[in-house]
Nanobody, 120 residues
Framework: QVQLVESGGGLVQPGGSLRLSCAASRRIFSMYDMGWYRQAPGKQRELVAAITSSRLTNYADSVKGRFTISRDNAKNTVYLQMNSLKPEDTAVYYC??????????????WGQGTQVTVSS
């Protein structure tokens, strides 16, 4: 049983754009901070962007100005709009629900991951 359902990954050329979507349950979406992580081969998983229920956002330095995280409360969905994509952005992207700030149990949920490949 998956709690977070991701979509939108794929192959895109450098400089192109892609939008990832993550649909969560109403309970998770309303209570948890939402975010996107990515993991490239041979590298550790890293936080790309996060957004709270009040729409406060945080971005990795490497994606600032290029990526935008947003949420649609009516659809219980978080998005990651990725513009000006670079080959270095190639990774598996994971949706994450984080309950640490709110003191929630379980502390987090993870999506299944979606592959983003930036190549010419």
């Amino acid at each position: 049983q998956v709690q977070l359902v991701e979509s939108g990954g794929g192959l895109v050329q450098p400089g192109g754009s892609l939008r990832l979507s993550c649909a969560a349950s109403r309970r998770i979406f309303s209570m948890y901070d939402m975010g996107w992580y990515r993991q490239a081969p041979g590298k550790q998983r890293e936080l790309v962007a996060a957004i709270t229920s009040s729409r406060l956002t945080n971005y990795a330095d490497s994606v600032k100005g290029r990526f935008t995280i947003s949420r649609d409360n009516a659809k219980n969905t978080v998005y990651l709009q990725m513009n000006s994509l670079k080959p270095e952005d190639t990774a598996v992207y994971y949706c994450n629900a984080d309950g640490r700030r709110a003191g929630l149990i379980p502390r987090d949920y993870w999506g299944q991951g979606t592959q983003v490949t930036v190549s010419s």
